[in-house]
């Protein structure tokens, strides 16, 4: 159960400011969707909150502490597209993180630590519906599919963070209500703190406990360079009905 908090946070490259007087603060278990025209620095600000970058001005604090300068493995990623290896089946894939985390030096386990992994991510697998796809190659599988195996890969290292960049953006509408089901559940079961930044504004509302806009305030041309995105509207928004399902089922357990 994480709370993040954001304290004056700028970003800024060169002499263009991206970011600017950016505050707030997410209670644990959050599902914050933000959105934001395009440019207006939603990525920038997953990245700040991966440590990828460092932001100019300003903190994050993940439970009261400060981000480390790097990246650590408690915060996970998914992006739109292109996140899993097009050379490992899905069930490599998924293990590929765990070989990563327990394989020392080689990043490679052996043995009874090979089994043990291996059966992990086959239940990750299975989590995300991809058991029977376990032996196939991400070029046979779908995008829907693609898209369950990357948030099993990311899910499989436990972050108590998770940064989705628009990434049921390219899915189909059908398939995309599945995986956003599939992802309501996997958040409910975690108990992570998520961070979704998507275009589309019903997403971010179904999924999101809080819903935040990014956008500038100044938008003349001549202070476009001058002036970032911040805070534009903030909002809780209404849990969606599968959520309150899960509460139901869980109370009722
Ligand atoms: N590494 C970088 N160096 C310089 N400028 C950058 C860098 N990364 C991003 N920018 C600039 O920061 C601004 C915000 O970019 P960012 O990718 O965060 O926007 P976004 O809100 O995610 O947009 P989109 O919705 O199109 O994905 C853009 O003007 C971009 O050119
Ligand atoms: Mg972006």
Known sequence: MTEVSVRNLWMEYGDQIVLERINFDVPAHSFVSLVGPSGCGKSTFLRLLLSQENATRGQICVDGEPLLPNPEPDRGVVFQKYSVFPHLTALENVLIGLEFERGGFSGRLHGRAKRNAQAEAMQYLEGVGLAD???????????????????????????????????????????????????????????????MVTHDLREAFYLGTRV????????????????????????????APFVTELATAEAAE
């Open 133 to 195: 796809a376990a032996q196939k190659y991400p070029s046979s599988l779908s995008g829907g599919m693609q898209q369950r195996l990357a948030i099993a890969q990311a899910l499989i290292k436990k972050p108590r963070i998770l940064l989705l960049d628009e990434p049921f953006g390219a899915l189909d509408p059908g398939i995309r209500s599945e995986v956003h089901d599939l992802m309501l559940r996997l958040w409910w079961e975690t108990k992570m703190t998520v961070f």
């Open 212 to 239: 935040i806009a990014f956008d500038r305030v100044r938008k003349r041309e001549e202070e476009l360079e001058r002036y970032g995105a911040t805070i534009a509207f903030d909002t809780p928004s209404d849990p």
